[in-house]
């Protein structure tokens, strides 16, 4: 029997048929981080502090990602967003900046690709300021947080 | 004193003049895990060795996204990638799928966000395809291993 | 009396207004072809029993192109596709890949030109992918077949 | 033995390495056609000689098309086109409008895929404009006429 | 306290959230204008009366843009729009273009960028069309005229 | 005659070959203003000051529609960018924004439709930012300021 709802019973991609599925609010948390030298870090806070391009490229890559998910993930339905937000927290003393994305749709299906899209975008967007000071930063720790709305009804991450 | 090319002087963002660099011949590898349950890992594996569509679509979606990393990544310069390979290996007792990405280029910039942008979104496309079975799936360990060419020279990662 | 809707009374392209149409569930199916030497379709049947890469990538290209037809297509209208399949059918004594693409919506105009790119796209990728063993290859019979919902009801091709 | 140079070895798919190939002038022409009443073909031929946005919407699609691809044919490399013209030829008798596509590049790799696209575009794009009259058209015969440039030299369809 | 919908109450960047807005029918008409020497506008008009390509370019242009409007716009919503038209009116003496366009849509958020879009990227065009004998266009007076629907009502420029 | 080198002896469009033209150093400088209340402006201001994102992301958004210019201007060559930088100049006085954008390519072509596209990509998104407070916005003056490299040699607007 096969449980991948995105390939049919022969084990072929294809988009699921969501035109069953109830037009219900949804909305998806996800979660990530990019570790780095503390001075990098140091350095994107002085930055951010004062004038915010750093940070604020990273979110409105994010964002615009967000928007691109059906373009980038192949079997993603495409979808009429009704709000993207990306959070950064530093985490000075761990060399850490984490990035939280919450995505909201009015729709038949849900938004956690959006929103673990976003997150990841908004990372490596980081990653490319930062390269050329610090080439050994790690991405990490990208997961689904909370998902509400739909059938499957609410998921909190343990 | 800015060290982050990708600001100008006043901090604010800008796509960085790459004209006085030499063109020269450039490869980035880089690597990621995305980390499942065993189960998760299992049916992926029993489909993938019977038919191969689960790692087959995150594969081209991996390529498909190196080729828009410019239209993701809002600093990074268009290239004309020369090639791009994913590769993956399954790891059946820890539940992971290392993704490694190579890309080359003959050009003026290098092409290591091309080669990090293939994994995750290949890694991404793993989780689309797997999240109606295991929505705690994580991708981590995304990071830079290798990188030839221009004028820094080759970096390995310790 | 101008019978074109994409045209205006003075000929002038727009795109036409759905605002007044009825949001319907609306369906189509699309079909084409692709001529090969016998020998080519020897090669990918090869590949495609035991790896299944040549077919599967010409598969995703085929559904991530339904998803872009607007971006495609000057006047087609943004969709919220809700399926996307595609099939293929080996004519071994032919020499040909017979490709069949279904598309879904629930919306207010249909789906032909998505289910039409979708194996157009296929088509051209299978063609991409065996160029360098066979130049001679030919797409034909690209044609709609089945389309069913909206105001002009069912279309069976006679 | 694999003979698709866009598979490995192990038959998966890549985007071949161009690096160590020559950067010569390529160029290559396509051809395509789309049948359909001859009723049809003579509302498009009233407007074209009147006021041409029919034919033009098509030309321009299938310009913007050949220009977009990388990212459409998953393997393909990206490109800097030199040129792209397209040309159409009316076949009233037949109720035929017969397309062709000349692309040229100064490159590492050909542009037989870019004119393909070129043509298939623009004739999808004719389907567009006059389904609402005609259902019943096909696109067919749509092959590589012409190649020029790079090691495998000159190619004319027989 | 923050006026900007598009900023949150930390003067971040965000997509607003849309999902309590009501779905109705919205319309917004845009304007913008193209100075050229009036032996351009000439020209243009030349060729527009005999074969209409310069035109005919800008308006595909222009109506795509609109369609792509949340591709280039970072915080506007993705959107199903029902309708795109655009006009040009030619003031010879003047050495004028005026273009119009009005964009319709029946969503829970208006149009009015998809409106400004469409006439800028028309105006683009022309002047990129132009550019080899005239370099001075200059565009300008790009406003929003007209704006219907929505919880703000009429807005008609004063 | 024709002198518009995108139409050709018909008067179709096409893309102009540029297969030519020498590979040389190119620049261009545009500018345009966007025209506002002074009270809107001074929201801007002193959002600006303190935290930066309406306008970091209107320079991201302008970067990033520099890149994808082919993608809007249907007869634009695809190009590797050098550099793009955008600046803003704030006429308190006067309720207006200046912005500037300078692009640099080596290359066959120029980049003239790169820097306009940028100019008026960050305008529009200033737009988007302030029309909840502000919807009687101008955008004006758009023009190219400065050419350097290529045949044609210096442009400076006079």
Chains 1, 2, 3, 4, 5, 6 share one sequence.
Not at 11 to 28: H, L, P, Q, Y
Not at 61 to 79: D, F, S
Not at 86 to 115: C, L, P
């Amino acid at each position: 029997m096969n449980k991948f709802s995105h390939l049919d019973r022969n084990g072929k991609a294809r988009m699921v048929d969501v035109s069953g599925k109830a037009v219900t609010t949804r909305e998806a948390v996800a979660r990530g981080a990019i570790s780095m030298k503390k001075a990098t870090l140091a350095l994107i806070l002085t930055n951010q502090v004062a004038k915010g391009d750093a940070i604020s490229t990273a979110r409105i890559a994010g964002i615009m990602a967000a928007k691109n998910t059906p373009g980038l993930i192949p079997l993603c339905h495409p979808l009429q967003i009704s709000s993207v937000g990306i959070d950064f927290y530093f985490e000075r003393k761990k060399g850490q900046i984490v990035i939280e994305s919450r995505v909201n749709v009015t729709g038949q299906t849900g938004v956690e690709m959006e929103a673990l899209t976003a997150v990841t975008v908004a990372a490596l967007t980081i990653y490319d300021m930062c390269k050329a000071v610090d080439k050994e930063m790690v991405i990490s720790d990208i997961m689904l947080v909370e998902k509400r709305g739909g059938k499957s009804g609410v998921f909190l991450r343990s």
